[in-house]
DNA sequence: CAGGCCCTCTACCGAATGGTCAGGACAAGG
DNA sequence: CCTTGTCCTGACCATTCGGTAGAGGGCCTG
């Protein structure tokens, strides 16, 4: 159909024809051909960038894990560099953790409007978290290392006493699919015939901000 | 391989085998040959009994619905009984809407222990929830009347004044759509690694009875 | 024993799927 | 002009899929 291409561009457009097809049909549901074909290009084109349907999941997965990488590192310098002006603007002993909840509120916070405003990425993620799943092993290796980063740092912080004691890996598992959570969610919705409705969504970004803050905040 | 076949339950065998596969592997992923060998049978006898795959999936998601509403079912019976046993014992004005929380609370914790008991029937729950998947308007057509009864009837009490008011959809279907992604949650627990834990799962219960209470309970 | 009936099997089919191979269009550069 | 490399395509292939046709066997009833 619309073949508008500018020459080039065409493994992007693969990449983002795949990432929805892969979103909502899943990846058995989805044939190279129908995906070509809605891409007014030919299957074997498709095959030519990406080797087998095999690695283009793996290149649909890599993209999404870099651009939410790279949103959570941009608030996290964001955030990190607000954290040392405060410091360094007030005395060290103003406020205890305030910064480090606002930190994980602000994570929080990207990763909800991320999901809002690109949820075929939400439905990748739903997809490719089932378990033997091609591709939930890449998507494992990627946020693994995310993972390991974010309990590090709140044990430090459960350590230095700035925020309490709990199982940190299960803290973060559970936010995790929370996220994903909302992608059912959305998807009933829908099927219920109900529109985008913001409220369920902000309601549930208020309950696990409130769940975190109980398990974290020292100050409860 | 086990083709522990004691005669005449071939169709049950079939059931099990398609409902574990259709929850784990999804719709597309499921292939009667597979299922057959894991059965020790051959394809062509899984047809016989359902005349193809989509009617077999039509089978499964009719047993389960049948077996969730069955469950409601006893379970509305037992808490309207209570609730007449109390109210001839003591005076009507006694509690104005406990019973009809205790109600609310009943079903969600038959629904949440048939969740924990059963996840196979989340996972076919969360794969037939997807739009566009064969068997989303069957199991919709099964929700629907239990639904709209729950719907009428949070209105009444909305009218009488023993709930508060809201928008009694969105609530169920908030409510719904938290059952379904705590099978997404187990999966995600299970994946990374973390045993059969009943912490989440408990503290997801928690969070819908609170938030249920609190957008019903006229007393607050 | 005959004749259904229920259940399962072997054999086969057409369509669709992921993937291979050789080659065409075309621009860049010698 | 010819070569080279990039990008894309048509023709083809092997496999797998859901589904059909028909035969055989156990079993009950007449």
New binding site residues.
Partial sequence: MA?V?A?????ELVLDAALASFGTAGY?G???????AGL??????????F??????LDAVVDRCAGDLAAALEEVLARSRAEATAATSAGPPAGGPSSSDWDRVEDMVKVVFRIALERPVLLGLLREVSRPGSPGAVRVRTHLEPLMARARRWMEDEMAAGRMRRTDAQLLLLSAYSTVVGVATEIEVLRAAGVGPTLRPVVRRRAELLRFLRSSLDPSA
């Fill in positions: 073949d291409n020459r080039g561009n065409t493994r058995d989805t044939s190279l051909d129908d995906l070509a007014g290009i030919r299957k074997q084109t498709i095959l030519y960038h080797v087998s349907k095999r690695r283009l």
